[in-house]
């Protein structure tokens, strides 16, 4: 005989069915119980399981197949959608590159008209200054003979006195 262990809660059987004896009262089941034929109803055959498991999927499985399908054609227009999403950003950024673009060259125009009027300058401040170069070369053209006539005067008049000055008389 074996040492019986604590007794179990009220309603809860102690083994497994098989192993329960008909002599051995269960505690907390009368005789006229009406869970009394509970415990042979749950032995099922696997025939039952197995039928049971093909109702099952036979009733769930079509609608699970048309989500399957249907989250299939979701991921492949959301593939489409981030395709044409890509897209569109690149012709924003293409936009945005073409912005800059013209705002380079309203940059480059406006350089440009920096330059034409830095060379109308430098033209006319060479003009100027060969303006002022010939005129520098004249003026002192203008000196060079203005001196050259004071020298030459200043020899005539030095031979004029050389002439007018007594000249002692030679005598022979």
Do not use: W
């Not at 200043?154 to 000055?165: A, D, I, N, S, W």
């Amino acid at each position: 005989m074996s040492v019986p262990g604590p007794p179990p809660p009220d309603g809860v059987l102690a083994g497994p069915p098989d192993v329960l004896e008909a002599s051995e009262p269960t505690p907390g089941l009368s005789a006229t119980s009406p869970d009394e034929g509970l415990i042979e109803d749950l032995t099922v055959e696997d025939k039952a399981v197995e039928q049971l498991a093909e109702g099952l999927l036979s009733h769930y499985l079509p609608d699970l197949q048309r989500s399957k399908q249907a989250l299939q054609e979701l991921t492949q227009n959301q593939v489409v959608l981030l395709d044409t999403l890509e897209q569109e950003i690149s012709k924003f950024k293409e936009c945005h590159s073409m912005l800059d673009i013209n705002a380079l060259f309203t940059e480059a125009k406006h350089y440009h008209a920096k330059l034409v009027n830095i060379r109308k300058e430098m033209l006319m401040l060479h003009e100027k200054t060969s303006k002022l170069k010939k005129r520098a070369l004249k003026l002192q053209q203008k000196r060079q003979k203005e001196e050259l006539e004071r020298e030459q005067q200043r020899e005539k008049e030095f031979e004029r006195e050389k002439q007018l000055t007594a000249k002692p008389a030679k005598r022979a």
